[in-house]
């Protein structure tokens, strides 16, 4: 018997298969790129953790990686000699051991010439000055998610990379997948009715976060902590203590639940469980965020949030709300939304697998997805998937959104990009405003009550405080940037 797993697997295979040739219209670069059929020389920003899986991607593509930069040189080594070895099973044979770094601004400045480009894979305060350097030096970039902790920066890069013409690309995922399209599809030919309202959740954080207490402690011996700071005003290096006595170390991941460095459960995982929803919605931002939240302090993010993001009315949508819940209660409940009447016919042990989803509510029905990338939606009930799938057999449901060269592949798709000229499918055109969309909640959260977002004057107007998070509140000098 077939597990609603294998099924979903099954009919999303023979549905990308059908538009596998679509490619992404080209556009004019003025960049330098790589021919063709050449390879790209290609450097990364933070070797290790995802940057490892990231730089393999790109190698994978028949690139090189002339230069590595971790800020950890133990990690660096690591990746360095992983990079020589190669790794058969990914098809990736030895190459000429990169050059190493600890700082990538050194790397960037000897290896100008020679560069194609650069995946920034580093903690999300490096992003921005770390691809902004790139970016002025012409170098098409991979950024992770988010782009940026904080929307002026997102800004700032979206600007200075159009006006350099470089490829870039953002690493969600999801936005390359066949399943996003599907959805898209469904919802803009009627399949689920009119959409009336979105659920999403996730069971960020895993790593502590909310109320830690901060303890002075010596650097780690194989940690430049000045360079891990990147734009950051120096600060001495800290631990932190939870409230059962438990002690960690923001590097090298608990990092994401301090304002400064991360972006809390909303930076992690909102460019991906989010990014359905914007797609769906056309790519607008929201113009009000209430928000309910455990208790914060200035530097860190909450154990769990609830936000609800006001989306106005269009020709297309009614005025309607997109809700996002994260996080674990005290007594380690998920914070999660009640399942839609509409799915009672799903299992009840797949919907308790759900620690992280979407449902997307029409008047007919509800598109359901319980991983973050939008990447095996189903419809229920499941009469009306079977109606649908019998439609897009017949061509009634037509396949309208542009398809993806490398499915799931973000890094491998951007390096085709660049030889073949070619538009990404999360490129800061659109991932820019995506990114804003996910940290109006921190902007919400940090603030402590519901905010009013101006779009064209990138400010709060309801709650004159709130606009000192659109902006990073410090930079050292010397790591300043401006389109």
């Not at 839609?340 to 697998?353: S, V």
Request: proline fraction near 6%; include cysteine.
């Amino acid at each position: 018997m077939q597990t609603p797993s294998t099924t979903r697997r099954k009919f999303l295979a023979s549905t990308a298969g059908a538009a596998a040739g679509t490619l992404f219209a080209p556009y004019i670069m003025r960049a330098q790129s790589g021919s063709p059929n050449g390879k790209l020389n290609l450097a990364i920003v933070g070797a290790n953790g995802k940057g490892k899986s990231d730089w393999q991607a790109a190698m994978q593509e028949g690139n090189n990686i002339v230069a590595m930069c971790d800020v950890d040189p133990k990690r660096l080594e690591e990746m360095l000699v992983s990079c020589e070895k190669g790794d058969e099973k990914k098809g990736l044979a030895g190459a000429p051991k990169p050059k190493g770094y600890t700082d990538f601004r050194k790397m960037l400045e000897e290896n100008e010439k020679s560069i194609d480009g650069v995946i920034i894979a580093a903690p999300d305060h490096v992003h921005f000055p770390a691809a902004m350097m790139a970016v002025g030096m012409k170098k098409h970039i991979c950024v992770q998610k988010p782009m940026c902790n904080f929307i002026w920066e997102v800004r700032e890069l979206h600007k200075a990379a159009k006006k350099a013409g470089v490829v870039t690309q953002m690493g969600n995922q999801g936005r390359t997948m066949e399943g996003q399209r599907l959805a898209k599809e469904w919802v803009d030919q009627g399949v689920i009715g009119k959409l009336k309202e979105v659920r999403l959740w996730t069971n960020r954080p895993i790593w502590p976060q909310g109320m830690l207490k901060k303890i002075k402690a010596p650097v780690p011996a194989d940690l430049d902590w000045d360079l891990w700071l990147a734009a950051n005003p120096h600060i001495d290096y800290f631990e932190y203590e939870d409230a059962k006595g438990k002690k960690g170390s923001v590097h090298p991941f608990a990092w994401r639940g301090w304002w400064a460095y991360g972006s809390g459960a909303q930076g992690d995982m909102g460019c991906h469980i989010m990014d359905g929803t914007f797609t769906l919605l056309d790519q607008k931002i929201p113009t009000k965020i209430e928000v309910e939240s455990a208790p914060i302090d200035m530097e860190q993010a909450p154990a769990w949030s609830t936000l609800i993001y006001h989306f106005a009315g269009t020709d297309k949508y009614p005025a309607l709300k997109v809700t996002w819940q994260d996080g674990s209660f005290i007594n380690g409940q998920l914070n999660k939304p009640e399942r839609h009447p509409a799915m009672d016919d799903m299992d009840e042990k797949e919907w308790r697998k759900a620690k992280s989803g979407m449902m997307f509510i029409g008047e007919k029905g509800v598109i359901f997805e319980a991983d973050a990338y939008l990447q095996n939606p189903m419809i229920y009930p499941k009469k009306l998937m079977d109606e649908t799938k019998a439609a897009m057999d017949s061509g009634a449901i037509k396949k309208t959104e542009k398809r993806s060269t490398h499915p799931g592949e973000p890094q491998k798709e951007w390096a085709h990009a660049i030889k073949n000229k070619l538009q990404t499918s999360s490129n800061f055109d659109y991932s820019a405003p995506l990114t804003e969309f996910v940290l109006l909640g921190n902007l919400a959260i940090r603030s402590g009550q519901t905010v009013e977002w101006d779009k064209e004057a990138m400010k709060v107007t309801n709650v004159a405080d709130a606009n000192q998070y659109v902006r990073r509140p410090a930079y050292r000098k010397g790591w300043e940037f401006k389109a």
